[in-house]
Nanobody, 123 residues
Framework: VQLQASGGGLVQAGDSLRLSCAAS????????LGWFRQAPGKERQFVAV????????YYADSVKGRFTISRDNAKNTVYLQMNSLKPEDTAVYFC?????????????????WGQGTLVTVSS
């Protein structure tokens, strides 16, 4: 599967942004989909994950209550709605997919990655 992330940009603290990740392939609904982010000089970290049908979701504590992951299997797209953005949310955001198994917050568990989209939150 190929992933293409979009929707990043420059926003102010408190603003909202929605990221999208479009996937190719006919088996989109069989993939676990995750969002990760990487700030300059830091390791890639887990943000959110959605199970196959979107009924199971998990979030990093740092974004819980502010971010929402959702997926539209008919459109082969996964979204990350980000509300109440903070300067510490500034990072390159990546979508990722794993084709089997359970949800995971470990980047190495994901075989497929999008190219990343930059989110910059100014104070």
């Amino acid at each position: 599967v190929q992933l293409q992330a979009s929707g990043g940009g420059l926003v102010q603290a408190g603003d909202s942004l929605r990221l999208s990740c479009a996937a190719s392939g006919r088996t989109f609904s069989t993939y676990v989909l995750g969002w990760f982010r990487q700030a300059p000089g830091k390791e890639r970290q887990f943000v959110a994950v959605s199970g196959y049908r979107g009924l199971t979701t998990y979030y990093a504590d740092s974004v819980k209550g502010r971010f929402t992951i959702s997926r539209d299997n008919a459109k082969n797209t996964v979204y990350l709605q980000m509300n109440s953005l903070k300067p510490e949310d500034t990072a390159v955001y990546f979508c990722a997919a794993k084709s089997y198994g359970s949800t995971s917050y470990v980047p190495d568990d994901y075989a497929y990655w999008g190219q990343g989209t930059l989110v910059t939150v100014s104070s």
